[in-house]
């Protein structure tokens, strides 16, 4: 069983799940870190996310950044959406995770904020 899924969208986020991931190493979460794109492998995506035990979500993707939307709309469990500066300093990305439809809930962070998703990862896992 892991307790946080981190899941990117490109292998270029690599750095961001990085950050997330010198966080995590500090305490005694588990996790699993994976590359799977909302638009390349919509299959693939489906599938990891109906088979994980995963507790929290932590989504990492750039450009229309639908990554941490699609999981949400799979899952009940919590999903924070990291959005990463590949263009328009990642402006773009982040309003892309905020800006979700009502039942379709995803925390965001700041862009290229790894850290603070950990962090909030923490946070929520130990409120469990």
Known sequence: MVDIAIIMGSESDRSVAN?????????????????????????????????????????????SAALPGVIASKTKKPVIGVPVSAKMMGLDALLSTAQMPPGVPVASVGVDNGANAAHLAIRILDLI
Do not use: F, M
Not at 20 to 43: C, E, F, K, M, W
């Open 19 to 63: 950050r997330v991931t010198g966080v995590l190493d500090g305490t005694d979460y588990s996790y699993d870190v994976q590359v799977i794109s909302a638009h390349r492998n919509p299959d693939k995506l489906d599938e990891y996310v109906s088979q994980s035990d995963s507790k929290v979500y932590i989504a990492i993707a750039g450009l």
